[in-house]
């Protein structure tokens, strides 16, 4: 198995008065694309809050490429080299998308090159570089999302649904750009609703539930075990979806 690029330990974190994560363990491993699953409300999204700084840890560690980031401030846990993509798609619809790549690329001007290949990536960056973010299609609001998140070279992208409210063709885009990605390597935190979707992507996999991962292994062996999907996520995905 991979090292582990990002690991959590007994991770526990609250929103005002409510307790969402109970102690969550997880292992991702350099390299691989791991995908977090669960049913609505199990604390995925808030997990990735949480790593990034976003919601504040009441116990445990967040300890990226072996050093404790928790508690470290957004900004700080940015530069050393983690890119997040939120639900909410984190755009900025009055500019256009040239002007919100340039404010992603935070090291200086775009290199062309990465900019070729972000555009190969996802042509209608290219196809609307001039355009208003707030103009384009749902999808490509979510394909600007990464590729702002990939403009520059990162060690660790954390996604959040990525697919939701999408189109099939956009999700098959998605897909393709996502497998571009596995290509080179990176190492993604993918978090994510449609089964097969994450069966198509993912090499790793965890499952949360009420707060805590109550499953880890390999994308493939759960796969295969729709009494296992049955049992985690509450259906027979492979059947259903």
Same mark, same amino acid.
């Given at each position: 198995?991979?090292?582990?690029?990002?690991?959590?330990?007994?991770?526990?974190?609250?929103?005002?008065?409510?307790?969402?994560?109970?102690?969550?363990?997880?292992?991702?491993?350099?390299?691989?694309?791991?995908?977090?699953?669960?049913?609505?409300?199990?604390?995925?999204?808030?997990?990735?809050?949480?790593?990034?700084?976003?919601?504040?840890?009441?116990?445990?560690?967040?300890?990226?490429?072996?050093?404790?980031?928790?508690?470290?401030?957004?900004?700080?846990?940015?530069?050393?080299?983690?890119?997040?993509?939120?639900?909410?798609?984190?755009?900025?619809? $009055? *500019?256009?998308?040239? #002007?919100?790549?340039?404010?992603? @690329?935070? +090291?200086?001007?775009? =290199?062309?090159?990465?900019?070729?290949w972000v555009f190969e990536l996802f042509?209608?960056?290219?196809?609307?570089?001039?355009?208003?973010?707030?103009?384009?299609?749902?999808?490509?609001?979510?394909?600007?999302?990464?590729?702002?998140?990939?403009?520059?070279?990162?060690? $660790? *992208?954390?996604?959040? #649904?990525?697919?939701?409210?999408? @189109?099939? +063709?956009?999700?098959? =885009?998605?897909?393709?750009?996502?497998?571009?990605?596995?290509?080179?390597?990176?190492?993604?935190?993918?978090?994510?609703?449609?089964?097969?979707?994450?069966?198509?992507?993912?090499?790793?996999?965890?499952?949360?539930?009420?707060?805590?991962?109550?499953?880890?292994?390999?994308?493939?062996?759960?796969?295969?075990?729709?009494?296992?999907?049955?049992?985690?996520?509450?259906?027979?995905?492979?059947?259903?979806?």
């Amino acid at each position: 198995m991979a090292e582990s690029l990002l690991s959590l330990t007994d991770l526990h974190a609250n929103i005002g008065q409510y307790h969402i994560l109970h102690g969550v363990n997880l292992e991702v491993p350099r390299g691989e694309l791991t995908v977090l699953l669960g049913r609505n409300g199990a604390g995925k999204s808030t997990t990735l809050r949480t790593i990034m700084g976003l919601t504040q840890v009441s116990r445990g560690t967040v300890r990226f490429k072996g050093e404790d980031i928790t508690g470290a401030a957004t900004p700080g846990i940015a530069r050393r080299g983690i890119a997040f993509v939120p639900e909410g798609m984190g755009i900025f619809q $009055l *500019l256009s998308v040239r #002007e919100n790549m340039e404010l992603a @690329a935070a +090291s200086g001007p775009i =290199d062309p090159q990465r900019l070729e290949w972000v555009f190969e990536l996802f042509p209608p960056m290219k196809q609307f570089w001039d355009k208003d973010a707030g103009n384009l299609s749902g999808g490509q609001k979510q394909m600007l999302a990464i590729a702002r998140a990939i403009i520059e070279p990162r060690e $660790l *992208l954390l996604i959040d #649904e990525p697919t939701k409210g999408l @189109a099939p +063709s956009i999700i098959n =885009d998605l897909r393709d750009a996502f497998i571009d990605l596995k290509d080179q390597e990176a190492t993604i935190l993918l978090v994510e609703q449609n089964f097969n979707f994450a069966r198509a992507l993912g090499q790793s996999v965890a499952v949360m539930d009420d707060g805590a991962v109550v499953h880890a292994g390999q994308m493939a062996a759960l796969a295969e075990d729709e009494a296992l999907q049955q049992e985690l996520l509450g259906l027979s995905l492979g059947a259903h979806q």
